[in-house]
């Protein structure tokens, strides 16, 4: 089961009807920042753990 363009068009439609355009448009910033500090401290662990398996070759 796929979910279709017409689905998330909804889904997009009740979610502005529900929280209205201020407070949509506040939850998709924090989530933006959310995810950009997420990566942002897995990075540093993936270089380290290379750096890691380098020396042991």
């Known amino acids: 089961m ?3 363009v017409t689905e998330i068009l909804l889904i997009l ?3 502005l009807v529900v929280f209205g355009g201020g ?5 998709g910033k924090a ?3 959310s995810i950009r500090e997420f990566k942002k ?5 993936e270089k380290t753990e ?3 398996g380098e ?3």
């Open 23 to 27: 407070k949509l448009a506040g939850v």
């Open 50 to 52: 290379k750096k890691d």
């Open 13 to 15: 439609v009740l979610a």
């Open 31 to 33: 989530l933006g920042q």
């Open 2 to 4: 796929r979910i279709g």
């Open 41 to 45: 401290e897995v990075a540093p662990e």
């Open 55 to 57: 020396d042991k070759a």
